[in-house]
């Protein structure tokens, strides 16, 4: 897609066009825990689809919402075997106090990007600025975020090696294991 885009932005002839590009249209990162849990991480910035989409499944269900559409399968709850069910009850049921109980600041212009509009600041965006402007300890440290970062570059060893698993670094050095939640008290 790359190429393509670069096509029609800049002409068959041009340099982008027809270069040879490293990096895919599509990723899907396996990780595995220590405690045996399978994630997989898709990663897909470049093919044309709608934006806004969010899936995640466990071992006795699926949650999926997009802009229109929240839908749910629990197996042994939802009413008809391997059928969507509108999720508004669980979600009711389930969604914890800190997303049931948060009153996005309305904003005076949308927030733009990755195909999206808002006109509510983001929960994560609100709770790290009053984490900074109180003193408290904003919901992640600099592990969680040395952690996230270091998925794109595992991934690359790992494609490059021809998609060999590799060892994830653990910059707390066995200190997870111990490690209190970290939520703030933030409203």
């Known amino acids: ?67 229109n559409n929240n839908r749910i399968y629990i197996e042994g709850r939802s009413p008809e075997s391997h059928q969507w069910e509108p999720a508004d009850k669980y979600l009711e049921e389930f969604e914890p106090a800190l997303v049931k109980n948060y009153h996005a600041p309305k904003r005076v212009g949308e927030i733009q990007g990755h195909g999206e509009q808002m006109s509510e600041t983001p929960q994560k965006w609100t709770r790290l600025i009053t984490a900074l402007r109180e003193n408290l ?27 060999k698993p590799k060892d994830f670094p653990d910059f707390t050095k066995g200190k997870w294991k111990e490690r209190t939640p970290m939520y703030s008290e933030i409203k």
């Open 1 to 67: 897609m790359l190429n393509k885009y670069a096509a029609l932005e800049y002409g068959d002839k041009s340099t982008y066009a027809n270069m040879k590009m490293a990096l895919g249209d599509y990723n899907a990162t396996l990780i595995r825990t220590v405690n045996g849990k399978m994630i997989t991480l898709n990663h897909d910035t470049h093919t044309p689809h709608p934006r806004g989409n969010f899936r995640i499944q466990g071992t006795s269900g699926v949650y999926s919402r997009d802009k």
């Open 137 to 163: 300890q904003p919901d992640w440290d600099t592990y969680d975020s040395v952690t996230s970062s270091a998925i794109s570059p595992v991934s690359e060893a790992s494609v490059a090696d021809g998609s």
